[in-house]
């Protein structure tokens, strides 16, 4: 079994900063894509972004140049670095981790951010 636990969300002001992390543990010998979504309400889904085990990374659009993403592979742990928060940046956080020979990927609960302006 893989339990994915994250923290690190909150409320804060618009320009302010958040640090998501993201923590695999259980069956996670082999770690291959880890990610950040986010769902604001009445929203899709959208993937924010994300990171291989050999570092490679991809944002979103709307993540570009104010977030960061980046892992520590002997933690088993992702974090998600965001700065210049805006209001639209509202909403539920979740973290995904994809392991080498398994279809489904594991999914954290989510954790809420909310960007007051």
């Known amino acids: 079994q893989v339990q994915i636990v994250e923290s690190g969300g909150g409320l804060v002001q618009a320009g302010g900063s958040l640090r998501l992390s993201c923590a695999a543990s259980g069956r996670v010998s082999n770690i291959n894509v880890m990610a950040w979504y986010r769902q604001a309400p009445g929203e899709q889904r959208e993937l924010v972004a994300s990171?291989?085990?050999?570092?490679?990374?991809n944002y979103a659009n709307s993540a570009k140049g104010r977030f960061t993403i980046s892992r520590d592979n002997a933690k088993n742990t992702v974090y998600l670095q965001m700065n210049s928060l805006k209001p639209e940046d509202t909403a539920v956080y979740s973290c995904?981790?994809?392991?080498?020979?398994?279809?489904?990927?594991?999914w954290g609960q989510g954790t809420p951010v909310t960007v007051s302006s």
């Open positions: 990171i291989t085990s050999g570092g490679s990374v």
């Open positions: 995904v981790v994809h392991i080498r020979g398994i279809r489904t990927p594991y």
